[in-house]
């Protein structure tokens, strides 16, 4: 039977961990501060800032022209025409949420379909550092031809998650090597 002085103890040392962890998550999530951010994140921004309410974008199939001019009808004077590119394409692939399905990740409270960015960090750099990838400017087609070679048909990806890695890197990719922090600047392919 654990002592009141015992469980004291084990709950300030649990706090610690706690708060060690979350500084560490935080650098890591900022490591990946060079790259710009997916649709997942630019749809979280609009909701939580009340320029969109979440039922009404996720429960809509529109277009990728309309959901272009949906963007642009929000007149947010920050996003520059690669930004307003990948929130639409995000949403035209990504909506309606409940019936196109897949992993979700909490945004700002609201679960939203993974985005390019979300799936290049998690299965791109399964093998490679990211540098590999993001520094590349390529077409989709040579994205899409990468990913179905034998090397990497066998990553476990759905063909609209393998679209939606290359849409995000046709519009985000090209990144310049300067702009890279240098720890992730070394390295290759792990394969």
Known sequence: ???????RKAFALALVAATLTVPALEAQEDLFAFMPPG????LGELIAS???KYDDVTTERRSIAEWRAYVDGLGNAEFDGTTRETLADYLEKSMPAAEKGGKTVDTGGHLLPRDGRDLTLE???????????VTQDRSR????GTMNKP???EIDTTTAEREAIADYLVLNGGISIEDIPEELRAGGATY
């Open 123 to 133: 299965y791109c750099q399964s093998c490679h550092i990211i540098t590999v990838v």
């Open 39 to 42: 649709g997942r994140t630019l």
């Open 151 to 153: 090397s990497h048909v």
């Open 1 to 7: 039977m654990k002592t009141l002085q015992g469980r």
């Open 50 to 52: 009340g320029k969109s």
């Open 141 to 144: 087609e040579a994205w899409l």
